[in-house]
């Protein structure tokens, strides 16, 4: 089991960028793929962007493919979630999550270990 800590979140007009960070403690962190998911009042916690334990895998949704970039550090045991052009509607709470998964990292049932969230809040 690992722990997950979002940082980054916060409030940005429409276009701007916000980098998200997801630091995790526990030796099994570099072995485990991560996903970062968003969910929004009202409504179903939903996919962003998930990463592979080396990185070789990376997946996005459809809404942020081109604007969000997900890259992660295992020497500091960190994922990152860098948002460009950011519309009010990626307004959310996001949250990263670990998987021992190699398939299947778009469906939020298959993550084990997730952190609190970071609120992200994009203004018009």
């Known amino acids: 089991q690992v722990q997950l800590v979002e940082s980054g979140g916060g409030l940005v007009q429409a276009g701007g960028s916000l980098r998200l960070s997801c630091a995790a403690s526990?030796?099994?962190?570099?072995?485990?793929?991560v996903g970062w998911f968003r969910q929004a009042p009202g409504k179903e916690r939903e996919f962003v962007a998930a990463?592979?334990?080396?990185?070789?895998?990376?997946l996005y949704a459809d809404s942020v493919k081109g604007r969000f970039t997900i890259s992660r550090d295992n020497a500091k045991n960190t994922v990152y979630l860098q948002m460009n052009m950011l519309r009010p509607e990626d307004t959310a709470i996001y949250s990263c999550?670990?998987?021992?998964?190699?398939?299947?990292?778009?469906?939020?049932?298959?993550?084990?270990?997730w952190g609190q969230g970071t609120q992200v809040t994009v203004s018009s």
């Open positions: 999550a670990a998987s021992v998964n190699t398939a299947g990292l778009r469906t939020k049932n298959e993550y084990a270990d």
């Open positions: 526990g030796r099994t962190f570099s072995s485990k793929a």
């Open positions: 990463i592979s334990s080396r990185g070789r895998t990376i």
